[in-house]
Every structure is written in structure tokens, then in C-alpha cells.
């Protein structure tokens, strides 16, 4: 028998395979919340989930799940930092002009490739925080660190210090779900941020505005305000603020510092960088401002401003408390309609560390993810600039879903050539050597790597037809794989009755695999 | 009336100085006893300054006066981060202001396009940002066969409904837009005719400029297309790399002008050098060059007004270390919006520079 499944024969076609499937969430059991809402429960707060942790969670009561997801986190990563960690800044530029030094041309007259320091790390640091979200078991801590990452910005292409956004990452990681007074505190002293927004070089004899501006743009207050004057006295506020050279911790330079009066958003004073902190936390527009961030993030495209004001007030009057926020928004009616259900957009990295995570293909080299989240235009610890990834629809281009669509058809390639113990090959062998070449940024060669590249020896229109289903996904039926995949019926119609390998390949290419 | 503008991005900080060298200057020499150009490898444009001779190829172009040269392009508070600076440059935007939106898209903002086209702008390398908004329908395609493939791959919508999902809804629009994108490139792209002279293969530049010459002579009705050559971020033992991509782009830059006069459509195309940053006046310790400022743009095509234009940045004045620019780049884009597509922008100048490159 052949069922076609289309949006409209969905609902028919599947129930001569299972029963109860797709149910509307107030439709459900009194306690147990269902496949659907685990599903979705889990897709907005970890990588993706596989059929046995949707069904872990299904027969639990929605809100005892939602507080263990959020109970005790562990507030370090579990794979081990790199080794670099503790050099301080003067070494690493030492030994960065060293390797430069040693570049010299070749007998071809090209110069030869060297390792260089800087570069170097930052590879070992996006491979570092791609296995630690593939073998996490905390996922929701990743996402928070993800979620404040891309809210406090610091590049490795201006910082180019690796220790010290390594050590930012911890502290995103210990306030995951902590406490955003305490994180906005400990940011405005942060190595990485004082690099990565001038704050290192503002003097009271030349302040620099570039961390004044953004902390009210974008950490707190948000555009439209605050005047150009308050930039000026914020900035003057945080002078003196810096890192020692050696070894790469904050140092306050009172020497540096500007004392003077100030006058910041109508109060006056001899205002230092926390004073100025405190004002912003009294304003009902910082916590308005995270939390339209984090319904975007957890919830919906279009936050509700009614909703926004009340959780905001909520947030402030806690002091700050995340955890009971993140609650909050996951207990949230807008949260649990099933009419929310794939009414987000994936983000590269959730695509592709939850794809891998589904299948439960294993990675050895992490390399080859990077590249990808490269061309998909999410590379960890490389936002594009101070606001970090726009996001939300903007995540879809005609370019980058074709990649998508590429990466996914090599991803379940990856899982027929490659056993299941082997690993992840996607391209035949590239050494360390290349990997390495490839990852410096502004070198062509990163740009070559974006391309799309049909897979050696294979014709894409053949490539992905079918997956290999490893140990994650195999014994599963195809209904229940396919409400494992997406979050709604498929908008192309998936032949129910083919193998459950080919039906796991035609859902990821269906547009709704792109939701969440 | 209106021109396709082919944009020829540099990437990683073109050495402004050794392209469009100041050879009678003794402060040229001075600066740069190791990494400058030898005087008789320059070719003198007038006293004082002359192209690099691995640039010859496009001294026909220059003969033929449809080849201009905008001299000391850049921008005020010039930030020295490629990311950051080719952003600046790509989204038009000042050095403390962060725009999403490209100068193209931006240009085109409030007009209404030919809906028949399927796609107004072609990006044959990766970055895209110039000609990213909503405005415009831009697709990115290094390869138009592997384009047309993948995009084979990818089912037609058939009006299947979103269901009110926003997010949907979107994820469906671009899947619609590069099936309409490919539907309406795949039969001409397939039909147009090999470019005369033939391109060098082992660059990416000649793959791209292949691309988009088949594009231009399959008359593909967009407003832009952009390809780019990578490798100009010489810091360490920088004459031979700078030599060779020098040559890349004049070779291709050559053999674009030799194609498009053949076809007869060089007066519609009007052909644009950028560069997120010059290189540094001084030479560095280790035969190269750090990042810079305010470098010279190449403009090129049937309607150009060859010749050099706008004033070279005295190397005697220079601003920490680097040339002070002389035209904002920003005054160039509207030069470009007002002559390819009768658009008047000023990109946020208050009074935007009239420059006479274009007839």
C-alpha cells in the first residue's frame, strides 16, 4: 500500500498507520503531555531530540518537565578546555610574531604554510564549543550560552585573543540561567568585551564610546532612548577600566579613570561604570529589552507586547532572576498553542548539531561542522558585527537554503558512506594540514570552502535518497519518524509506505524540516 | 536606459600604492625601500602616477579612455578591521553606524523593478551584502550549472498553504524565489553562447567573470552582478602575491572589456573595483604591508570617462601612519546609482561629491 501524505491527506494517511498522532495540545491527556508538546518542548530548548527522548518526556506533566529541564545545571562544560587557556595576551602576540617570522617564501616562491597561534586557537575554540554541544547533556545551558553570546557579541576576528573569549564563555555558561544584573556587571569587566568594543583603550583624556553606545543600543535600553550625551557621560564613566597585558585580567586604572561630574539619563553625579549599570537596571526598558529577545529566541517571530510588559515586570522585580523567565515563557499559553508549533526558524547551528544529534552520526573531527555553519553564516565565537545574528527569517536566503538543503542531502550521504562507527566523512580525507589552511579568516581559500561543492563522485540529484539509520532513529516507525523530524505535516507530500531511511531523507529536505 | 554595474570586489585590503603607484615621489621610495614598485616596472599614467606593469593589459582600455581611475577613495574615522570595514563599505554606511542592508538594495529602496525578471542581482562569489535587502531579489551563484541542479532538487511550491505560520510562509517565498530564480535563468543560461575570448580557468576570478559575461550576453535582465578575487591581505613578503593578483584581475578585467565589445553590450555595463581598506604608507618588517586606508577604485566600461579623477593622497600628510582619502566612497556609490540606474542617492552624505566618471 502506498499512502501519499500531503497536507491535506496527512491526517488520514497517518492515522491507518498510528494512532494519536498530531493532537492538539489542549486535546491531551490531563497529565502526560503528549509526543507533540515533548517534541516541541524539546525543540525549543535542546539541540533536537530523538524518538526516545521525545518519549522519555511524553508521559510526564508539562510543568514538572519544564522545572527539571531548568533544576540543577552544571556551570562548566564537560569536554576539556584546550590547553591555551592561561597564556596572557603579551605571550600569545609573542608567539604569533614568531610563526609570522618564520614565513618565508618557498622554492615555488609562495609562502610556505605555517600554524599561526592566533588562528590556530580560535579553530581549537569553535571545535571546542561544537563538541560541546554534541555531547552535552544539558542542552538548554548551550542554548543559554548560544542566546547570550549572540546578545553580548565579541568576535575572535577583533578580539584575536582566544583565552580571554574562552573565559567569556564560562561566564556565559555560570549566568546561563543565573542572573542578568550579575552577568551585565561581570560583561562590562569581561577581557574579551573590553578587546572586542575599545573598552581597553578609553582614557579619561580620550574616552571611547564604542562599549557606552552599544550597552545602551544594545544591552539594555534600545534604540531611540537615550541621547548622544548620555553615550558621552556613560563612556567617560567606564574609563579607566582595562586588561593587564600580561596576563590578560581586568585591572581598573585609576589613573585613567574620569572622575568628574557626570549626568546620565537625568541623574548627576561622580558616576563610575557600576553607578551607571545600576541606573540602566532601574529602567523598565532593560528587562522590556531581554525579554523581546528571549520570546524571539523561545517563543515566536512577533513577541506580544502585552505579555512582553508583564514578564518584564516580573523579571525586574525578581532582581534579575533568568530562570524563572525562561519558566515563564515556556509555561506561557503562546508558548504551548499548537498553532506555535514550527513557528520558528532553525538557527545553522541547531540545524546542524541537531541533525548530526538526531541521526546520531558521530564526529570526530569537528572541522568539517564549522565549515558548514561557516556557509550558513553562523560560526560560534564570530558573530557579524555588535548585534550579533539577526536571526528569524533572516536566517532564509535563496542562498543559504539552497546550502542547507546541500549540507543535509551530504549529512545523509555521510550516514551511508560512512559506518556507523566510522564517523562523519564528508569529503574524502582532508588532513589536519588543510583543515587548517582553510580556516584563516580573510584568506580566499575560507571563501572556496562556502562553495557549493557537489560531492566527489556523486551526482547531488542522487546524493541523500536514503539514511542509514543509526541506533537514535532506527526501529522506528515512519509516522512516528516524521513527527520526530518536523514540527508540523510536510508541505511536499512523503511516501508514508517507503523505507523508514528514505522517509528520514525526504523529511529533511521538506521545507518544515527548516522550523522548530 | 539604465547600465548593469559589475562589482569586482577585492578582498582583504588591495595595496592602493603599488597598484596606482606614486613614482615621482621621493616619500614613495622612502616609505617603502623594500615593498615599493621599481620605477621601471611602473607604467606612467601622467608625471606622476602610473599603473603597476602587471596591470598592462588594461592599458588599452585606458588608451581607449574608457577606463577610469577614482584616486584616494575612502571614508572619515576609516575603522582597519576587514570585517568590519568591508561592511562599512558594502552597507554604505559611516565608521560608528551599523547597517544591515546593502547600498544596491538600499538604492533600490521604494522603486518598483520589473517583476518580470525573476532575480535582479547575481552574486558570483560569497558575499552578498551589497545587494541584500528587500528590495532586491538577489541570488547567490558561483556555478550556474550547479545552481540550476541543486535548484532542480528542490520541489515547486504547488500552493500549498502556510497555515498563517509566518515562519513558514517565509521559508516557502525563498523556496518560490529560487524556483522562479532558476525557471527563469535556466533556458537562457543554457543557451548562451561561450564568452569569444576565453577566460583563465584556474582563478576563481576568470570562473566568475565567465559566469557573468554568459549572464550579460544572455541579456538576464538584473542590475548588478558581482564577482570577486581574493588574497590582497599582504602582510608578509607581499610583492609576488600582489603581482599575481594584479594580474588575475587586468588579464580578466582585459578579456571582460575584449568580450563585452564583441557582443556589443560595453556600453551597458559599467564595471567597479572596491576594497575594504588600502594597505599602510610604511612597509612592515616582514616585506609586507598592514592594513591601511583610502586606496584608488578602477571604473571601467563604454560609458566611462577614462582618465584619473579625484586627487592622490599626499604621502606627505599622512593620518597616523595612513593616507588621508579625498572622495568618499559613499559619493562614488551615487555617482554609480545616478549613471547605471537613474537613481538620485546620497547614501547618507549630506551633499554627496559630483564625480565626473561617467558621460
Redesign the interface.
Known sequence: MTLRL??RGFVAGVAALSAALWTRWDARAASAMGFDEARLLLSRTTFGATPAEIGALETQDYASAVDRLLGNVRPQAATPAPAWITLGPAEVRRQQQTA??A???GVD???LQITRPVQEQGRELRNWWVEEMLATDQPLVERMVMFWHNHFTS?M??VRYAPALFRQNALFRREALGNYATLLKAVARDPAMLIYLDGMRSVARQPNENFA?ELLELFTLGEGRYSEADIKAAARAFTGWSIDRETGQFVERAGQHDDGEKTFLGQTGRFGGDEIIAILLKHPRTAETIVEKMWREFVS??PDPAEVGRLAASFRQSGYQIRPLVRALLMSQAFRDS?NR????KSPVELIIGTVHVLGLPVPEKTQLVRMLYGLGQVPFDP????GW?G??SW????T??LR??FL?RIVEATAVASMEGGMAMRPGPNRRADRRQQV????SK??M???R?VEGRS??NAGGEARLGATLSGADSATLLRTLLP?PP??PIDAAASPGAVVAAAM?D??Y??K | MGRILLLVELKGGNDGLNTLVPYADPKYRELRPVVGVARERVLPLDEKVGLHDKLEPLMESWKARDFAILQGVGYPYPNRSHFRSIEIWDTASSANQTLSEGWIAQAFQGTSLAKGAAVDCIVADTNALPATGPSLRTIVMQDAENFLRQAETMKETGGRGDGGNPALRHVLAVRQEINAAAAGLRDRLRAAPTPTYAYSQDNGLGRQLDLATRLLTAKVPVVAIKVALGGFDTHANQMQTHERLLGVLATGLATLRKNLIASGLWNDVLVMTYSEFGRRARQNASGGTDHGTAAPQFVLGGGVKGGLHGAYPSLADLQDGDLRHSVDFRSVFATVAQGCWGLQRDFGLRQPQRLGFLA
Open positions: 500531503d497536507r609570522e617570522a614565513r618565508k617564501p616562491g609562495k609562502p568576535s576576528l577583533k553606545r517571530l512577533r498553532a514550527g513557528g520558528l526558524i557579524p558585527n555588535v548585534k539577526p528569524g527569517e532564509i536566503t535563496t542562498y537554503l539552497l538543503q546541500q542531502r579568516p580573510g584568506d580566499d571563501m572556496q562556502m562553495e557549493p557537489p547531488l540529484r508540523r508541505i511536499d529536505l521545507p518544515t527548516q522550523l
